[in-house]
Nanobody
Framework: QVRLVESGGDLVQAGGTLRLSCTASAITFSLYDMDWYRQAPGKQRELVAS???????NYADSVKGRFTISRDNAKNTVLLQMNSLKPEDTAVYYC???????????WGQGTQVTVSS
């Protein structure tokens, strides 16, 4: 059974840092593009950062220069380093895996990030 398990969400003050981690099981991790999405209350889920199976990255304009996505294929893990956090970063953050050619995709259960002002 495929599982994506996120961790690292917490309550932090504005300007603080967090590192989110997502560990995948039962997939050939290196064949998947990995993403972090977030969903704030009353808002649509939005793409925050992506990293392809080849290591190319992309970021939402709202997090460029503050967030960094990375992956460790040996550990089946994707990370999201979040610096200079703002209250508007408050959301549930979800890990998403998308097979690079076959279109299979999977979601994690989410981890809550709350940034206080």
């Amino acid at each position: 059974q495929v599982r994506l398990v996120e961790s690292g969400g917490d309550l932090v003050q504005a300007g603080g840092t967090l590192r989110l981690s997502c560990t995948a099981s039962a997939i050939t991790f290196s064949l998947y593009d990995m993403d972090w999405y977030r969903q704030a209350p009353g808002k649509q889920r939005e793409l925050v950062a992506s990293i392809t199976s080849g290591g190319s990255t992309n970021y939402a304009d709202s997090v460029k220069g503050r967030f960094t996505i990375s992956r460790d294929n040996a550990k089946n893990t994707v990370l999201l380093q979040m610096n200079s956090l703002k209250p508007e970063d408050t959301a549930v953050y979800y890990c998403h895996a998308n097979h690079r050619t076959r279109g299979y995709d999977y979601w994690g259960q989410g981890t809550q990030v709350t940034v206080s002002s």
